[in-house]
C-alpha cells in the first residue's frame, strides 16, 4: 500500500477531510493485502494464546499489551469466527486447526440464559464453523443457544431483554439495546433450520417492536429503550454508550443497519429492507460523516472535527452496506456500494491497518468502545476484526462477479 505522509494522517483522523492515499491501488488488490495481513495477525494471536485455552482476545491495555477474556464475555465469539473467515479465504490446515480450537473455547455458553449476547458468542464461531464445515456437534451448540436466547423474551414487551446486572437492575425496568438486533440471525437460522416457528416469532416480534420505539423521525437510533414490564409500554429513552440521550451513537447505527439488512436476507419482508434503507441513508449523507467514510464515534460528539473515529462502527457498516446493496435497485446500490469502498480503502490503509506483528496482533486500530466510561478509547477491538474480515469476504465476492 502506498504510504500516507505523518501529516497527511494527523489530516485524515482529526479534520477528515480527505480520503486515503491507496486510490491507485485496485480494491481487490487492497482486499488481498488486507486479508493476507489479517491472516499473519491472526495467526500470530492465536499462537500467543495456545497456552491459555480459557482465553480469548479483547482488546489492548494501556501498555499497550494484549487484554484478554473469558467464554462468558460478549466479545468470546468474534475471533472464531474470524479464523473461520479466514480459512474460508484460504483453507490452509493451521488456520482450520485454530478455529476450531478457539471455536471450542466458547462451547460452554451455548446455555447462558443471563444475558443477549449469546448471538454475537455463539453464531460468530459456531455459526461460521457449521456453515464452513457442516460439522453436526456445531448445529446442536446453535440450537442449545437458542434455546437460551428466547428465554429472555417477554411476550409483553416483545422484546428479549438485553441485560440483568447492576447498575442497568436500577436503572432501567427492562432495558434492551439496539445491539441486540444483532442476536436475533441466531434465531432465524435456528427457525429454518429445525423447523421451529418459535424462533422466529421471537426474532420478528423483537425487530418489530425495536422498529416502532427505538427510531426518531429521521431513522437514527437510540441506544437503550426501556419498557414497564407490566404494560409494556416504553418507559425511558436513553443511552449507555453514545454522546447523550438524543445523539445518534455511531456504532448503535451500524447495528441497527446491520440488523435490519440480516432481518429482510432471512424474512423477505419488506419493512426490514425500507428500515434498513432508511437507516443507510440516514448514515451516508450526514453531514458529519467523513470524506473517508469511517464514523466519528458519536455522529453528534461536541467536538467534530477533533475527536475520535470508531472503525468498529465503519467495518459494521461496511459489510452491511456491502450486503444491502444487492437487495435494491440499481441507484441506490451504487450509493452503498461507493461509500463501502472508500471504507474498505480507508480501512486498508496505514491509518487503521496494524503492521505485522504490531498492534497486539489485531487487525485493525483506532475503534471506540466506551466513550462515557472511558474505557477502550482509541485501541483495537476484536469485534472490528470480525467486521472487517467479514467485509472483505463480501467486498471479494462481489468483485468475482464484477458488481464492485
Known amino acids: 500500500m502506498l504510504k500516507t505522509t505523518s501529516v497527511f494522517i494527523l489530516i485524515i483522523f482529526f479534520t477528515s477531510c480527505k480520503t486515503p492515499q491507496n486510490h491507485n491501488q485496485s480494491l481487490s488488490s487492497a482486499i488481498d493485502q488486507s486479508l493476507e495481513l489479517a491472516t499473519k495477525q491472526s495467526l500470530r494471536m492465536a499462537e500467543s494464546l495456545k497456552d491459555q485455552p480459557d482465553k480469548l482476545p479483547q482488546t489492548i491495555g494501556k501498555d499497550g499489551k494484549l487484554v484478554t477474556c473469558n467464554s462468558d464475555w460478549w466479545v468470546s465469539g468474534f475471533f472464531p469466527g474470524v479464523l473461520w ?65 428466547i428465554t429472555r423474551f417477554n411476550p409483553t414487551v416483545g422484546c428479549i431483554r438485553s441485560w440483568d446486572y447492576a447498575p ?143 472503525a468498529s462502527a465503519g467495518a459494521i457498516m461496511c459489510s452491511a452496506l456491502l450486503e444491502l446493496s444487492q437487495y435494491v435497485a440499481d441507484y441506490k446500490a451504487k450509493s452503498y456500494l461507493n461509500v463501502a469502498k472508500i471504507q474498505i480503502r480507508t480501512l486498508s490503509s496505514d491509518e487503521y491497518l496494524a503492521n505485522p506483528g504490531e498492534n497486539a496482533n489485531f487487525i485493525l486500530k483506532h475503534s471506540v468502545g466506551h466513550m462515557p466510561n472511558r474505557t477502550e478509547i482509541d485501541v483495537p477491538l476484536t469485534y472490528a476484526d470480525y467486521y472487517f474480515v467479514e467485509a472483505l469476504m463480501r467486498a471479494k465476492e462481489l468483485t468475482k462477479q464484477g458488481e464492485l
Open 168 to 310: 442497568w437492575s436500577a436503572k432501567w425496568q427492562y432495558p434492551v439495546i439496539i445491539d441486540n438486533m444483532m442476536n436475533l440471525e441466531l434465531l432465524e437460522w435456528s427457525a429454518q433450520t429445525f423447523n421451529d416457528t418459535t424462533f422466529s416469532h421471537v426474532a420478528r416480534t423483537h425487530a418489530n417492536t425495536t422498529m416502532e420505539n427505538h427510531f426518531r423521525d429521521d431513522y437514527s437510533s437510540y441506544h437503550v429503550i426501556s419498557y414497564d414490564t407490566i404494560t409494556g409500554a416504553v418507559e425511558k429513552k436513553n443511552t449507555a454508550q453514545g454522546y447523550s440521550d438524543d445523539s445518534a451513537w455511531a456504532r448503535g447505527q451500524a447495528w441497527g443497519l446491520y440488523g435490519y439488512t440480516m432481518m429482510y436476507r432471512e424474512t423477505g419482508k419488506e419493512s426490514y429492507l425500507e428500515q434498513a434503507n432508511h437507516i443507510a441513508d440516514f448514515i451516508i449523507n450526514h453531514p458529519n460523516l467523513p470524506e473517508d467514510k469511517i464514523p466519528y464515534w458519536d455522529f453528534d460528539a461536541p467536538d467534530i472535527p477533533n475527536t475520535l473515529r470508531d
Open 85 to 149: 473467515y479466514l480459512y474460508e479465504n484460504n483453507p490452509e490446515d493451521s488456520l482450520k486447526l485454530w478455529a476450531e480450537n478457539y471455536t471450542l473455547r466458547v462451547e460452554d455458553q451455548q446455555f447462558t440464559t443471563d444475558n443477549h449476547d449469546v448471538g454475537f458468542m455463539i453464531f460468530c464461531s459456531f455459526g461460521n464453523g457449521y456453515r464452513i464445515t457442516g460439522n453436526p456437534k456445531y448445529k446442536e451448540v446453535i440450537h442449545n443457544a437458542s434455546k437460551s436466547l
